[in-house]
Each structure stands twice: as structure tokens, then as C-alpha cells.
């Protein structure tokens, strides 16, 4: 059986980002529609950016409010619709906003059960760790929530066992149990009359869960006959906020996982985000907390692995030490960019012996390569690659965007490399993709369309 290969597509996000011509928001979600009905494991649909830096995404909160879950292969998706498969009785919780204030609120109304296992779960030398109450988590508030665990503890008047699939507590616990935590459901009587059992069943689940803190990262989505996980760039908490914003007005998490971004030259990230290395990883540090703790993965972006359009050739030493700084801040993912496409088969062989002789191209946490067809070579660097162990790349349907610092006065520079190519590319050297290249076909000419009209 052939060696799977992971495909992002960034054409909805990194490929229209630069676009001077306003594209739809309804064409965005058509285009995000086509592409998980392709098979690619990942969209980058958006960046929740301020609309004044970026206006071509200024957005992105009305697109995921478009955004249906994709569906397993051969299931249908439609935008605006809620089409057929696992999500078909998805109840969204109730609109009202999930806020501290209501937590607060929640808190002060406790009931004498509550009280009585809040009285256990608040003593920390007892428990073992540290639990909160009324936490907000996503669309709902859960009773009690351990994050050093991702446990949550729901008291009930009753035992819900037994109930059917698509009632509102099985609907809630299979919604945060995607999201990585561990439920323990109990009665209002047994708190009452057994609280030591209580507090050893809540034990005895601990042991056997890993702390987060000495998790290893989070592996990549499911592939994609599993369905397709839709993800943001955010460059800073404010960002992350209008993801968990939008994730709970939709009532599930349209945003699956979230990147952050940084380079290895100094000069460019200043150019780029009015900051410096260190100053971009100091930002991030709140941003991965908050992310891990809603259930989201982090991507870590490092521009200019290969050259930078102000200082030049970049040292792959300087690439490594970012990505060193990221993973220990804890992201789950670094993407290696070759933002202005300067790569050659030689220099992306360089950089990843770089890389796997201090972090391991495939027994350390996940890695992607994301490069830009600029000068045509592309292609050879997908090859040279996939020769060196990368199982996992970024593309753009009909190869959209294109660093706007690596182009002229007189010529733009080409884009990303096109998925489609991308894809050709690794099914050509013998690994396996789960996607159909005649749809994807459909979705780069659809992609073009919307920055060139009629052509």
C-alpha cells in the first residue's frame, strides 16, 4: 500500500489575501465548498485580520457563517444548506452568548448537589489538580473543567446513559469529546450520598489520561475521507477571539485549527507585522493557550525559510532556531515557507537536513512544506521533498496568490504552487492522496475565475 501524503489547499486565504478585486464572500465559500469535495484534508479559509490591513478578508466571520461541516466521502455539503450524514440531527446549543458575565451568573446559583462536589473538586491537594467551575468551553459552559487533564466533570439530576445518539447531552458530549476532553457525567444523588466515591471515580479517571503538559503534539486532521478540517491564520489574540467568536455563533467549530505566523528574517517580519522574531513569539504565547484550551491545534508558519526579498539567502540554522522557539511555545505544526519561491532542489535538501538532523523531518511533530512556484522549480522541490521524508504540503488551486514583495514593477510574481500540480506531482512519485484530481481540476478553474474573469 502506497505512503499517504497530506494536502492543505491555502488558495481561499494565502491565495486572495493580495487581491485588489473584492471577491464574494459567497464565492469564497463556494470555492472552500469545492475544494473539501476534492479530498484535500485541509482549506485555509480565511484570516481573521483587521479588514484594514487586509480587505480582501475582512470577512471572514460572515464566511464561516456560510461554512457547513464537510461530510465523510460521499456525502453531500452545501453552502447555506445543512445537507445529509453525521451532522443531519446537530441541534446548535442555544444562541445566548456564552460570556464570563453569564459563567459569573451560573456560579451564584449553585444548587446544593453542585455546592457539595464543588467542595471536592476545589481541593486541590485532594483532586490533584486544578478544576474550574462554570467554565466557558466553546458553545456551551461545562459544570467543572480540569485543563491540565481535559476533564470535564457534568452533575445531573438524572443518569443520562442510555439516551439516543441525537439528544441534546449526547449532541454536547460528543461535541466536547471532539474537542479532546474526557466527560464524567454524575447524579445529583450520587454526589449527595457518596461523595468519596465520587471523588475516587474522578481519581481514577485522571490516572488514566496524560497531562497536556506532557502531551506529545497534536497529530495532523484525519485524512481526508474522514472529512475536512477548515482552518484561520490569526495573527494575535484579537484574532483568535473572532475564531471562537464565530465558532460558537455557528454552534460547532467551523474553524478546526488555527495558524500563527512569523519568518526567519528579521527584516521581513518587521515589514510584515510591525514586530520582531522574538516580539511575534512573545505575542503567541497567550494566543496557543487560549487555542489549546477551546480544543484547537496551532499551526506555526515560518516565512522566508530560503531567502528573504531584503537580507537575502537565509542561513537554515536561522530557520531551525524559530522553529526550535515554536515548538517549545507548544504549537503542533510548523509550515516551512519559501515565501518568495527562491527555492531550488539543492537549497530545500540543505534545509531540511537542517531540520531533520536538530528537530526530525518525521519523528518529531508534524511539518509542512509550503512553496511558491516563482521561478518555475516548484515541482523539483516537491521531489526533492518527498525524497527526504515530507509527508505534508500547502498548495493553491490554479496557483493563486504570490508574495507581493517578490514580484516587479512590470511582472507579478506567480503564485503558490497550484494543488493541482502539487497533487500530480506526489501521485506521479508514488504516494497516495485521497484526492480526486478531476474535481480538483473544477475547483482551480473555478479559483481562477474569481480573480480573472472570463479568462
Not at 44 to 59: I, K, M, N, Y
Not at 69 to 92: D, I, N, Q, S
Not at 348 to 376: K, Q, S
Not at 388 to 409: E, H, M
Request: charged share 20%; with cysteine; glycine share 10%.
Amino acid at each position: 500500500m502506497s505512503e499517504r501524503v497530506r494536502i492543505t489547499d491555502v488558495a481561499p486565504r494565502d491565495g486572495l489575501q493580495n487581491e485588489a478585486r473584492h471577491v464574494p464572500t459567497r464565492d469564497k465559500a463556494e470555492l472552500v465548498r469545492l475544494l473539501a469535495a476534492c479530498g484535500v484534508d485541509e482549506v485555509e479559509v480565511t484570516s481573521f485580520v483587521s479588514a484594514a490591513w487586509v480587505p480582501q478578508l475582512g470577512d471572514a466571520r460572515d464566511l464561516c457563517a456560510l461554512l457547513r461541516p464537510p461530510l465523510p466521502e460521499g456525502g453531500g455539503w452545501g453552502v447555506g444548506g445543512r445537507g445529509k450524514g453525521p451532522f443531519a440531527r446537530w441541534t446548535p446549543p442555544p444562541r445566548q452568548p456564552i460570556t464570563m458575565a453569564r459563567a459569573r451568573a451560573l456560579r451564584k446559583s449553585a444548587t446544593g448537589p453542585e455546592k457539595a462536589l464543588w467542595a471536592i473538586l476545589r481541593n486541590r491537594p485532594l483532586i490533584g489538580a486544578k478544576f474550574r467551575r462554570q467554565h466557558p468551553f466553546g458553545p456551551y459552559i461545562l459544570d467543572f473543567f480540569c485543563h491540565e487533564y481535559l476533564l470535564a466533570v457534568e452533575l445531573d439530576g438524572q443518569t443520562h446513559a442510555g439516551e439516543p445518539a441525537h439528544s441534546q447531552d449526547a449532541v454536547r458530549d460528543a461535541w466536547v469529546k471532539a474537542q479532546g476532553v474526557t466527560t464524567l457525567r454524575f447524579s445529583d444523588d450520587a454526589v449527595i450520598t457518596s461523595p468519596a466515591a465520587v471523588a475516587e471515580a474522578i481519581h481514577e479517571a485522571m490516572r488514566k489520561l496524560v497531562p497536556t503538559s506532557r502531551r506529545s503534539p497534536t497529530p495532523l486532521p484525519p485524512p481526508s475521507g474522514r472529512g475536512c478540517v477548515f482552518s484561520a491564520l490569526v495573527p494575535n489574540e484579537r484574532g483568535l477571539g473572532g475564531v471562537l467568536d464565530a465558532n460558537r455563533a455557528a454552534g460547532w467549530n467551523v474553524i478546526g485549527k488555527v495558524a500563527v505566523f512569523t519568518a526567519a528574517s528579521e527584516t521581513f517580519t518587521k515589514r510584515n507585522t510591525n514586530a520582531t522574531i522574538a516580539q511575534t513569539l512573545e505575542r503567541f504565547t497567550p494566543v496557543i493557550a487560549q487555542a489549546h484550551a477551546a480544543g484547537l491545534p496551532v499551526r506555526g508558519y515560518v516565512s522566508c525559510v530560503v531567502a528573504c526579498p531584503f537580507e537575502g539567502p537565509i542561513a537554515p540554522g536561522a530557520v531551525v532556531g524559530v522553529c526550535r522557539d515554536l515548538i517549545a511555545l507548544g504549537v503542533d505544526e510548523i509550515d516551512l515557507g519559501d515565501t518568495i519561491g527562491a527555492g531550488t532542489p539543492e537549497t530545500i535538501r540543505e534545509l531540511l537536513r537542517a531540520y531533520d538532523a536538530a528537530l526530525g523531518v518525521r519523528g518529531g511533530g508534524p511539518m509542512t512544506l509550503h512553496l511558491h512556484d516563482t521561478f518555475g522549480r516548484a515541482a523539483s522541490c516537491v521531489r526533492e521533498a518527498l525524497a527526504l521524508g515530507v509527508r505534508s504540503f500547502d498548495g493553491a488551486a490554479g496557483g493563486l496568490g504570490g508574495c507581493p514583495y517578490a514580484g516587479t514593477a512590470e511582472r507579478r510574481a506567480p503564485g503558490n504552487i497550484a494543488t493541482e500540480t502539487l497533487v500530480r506531482v506526489v501521485h506521479e512519485a508514488g504516494y497516495e492522496t485521497g484526492v480526486d484530481e478531476a474535481r480538483l481540476a473544477e475547483a482551480g478553474r473555478f479559483a481562477r475565475a474569481l480573480v480573472m474573469p472570463g479568462a
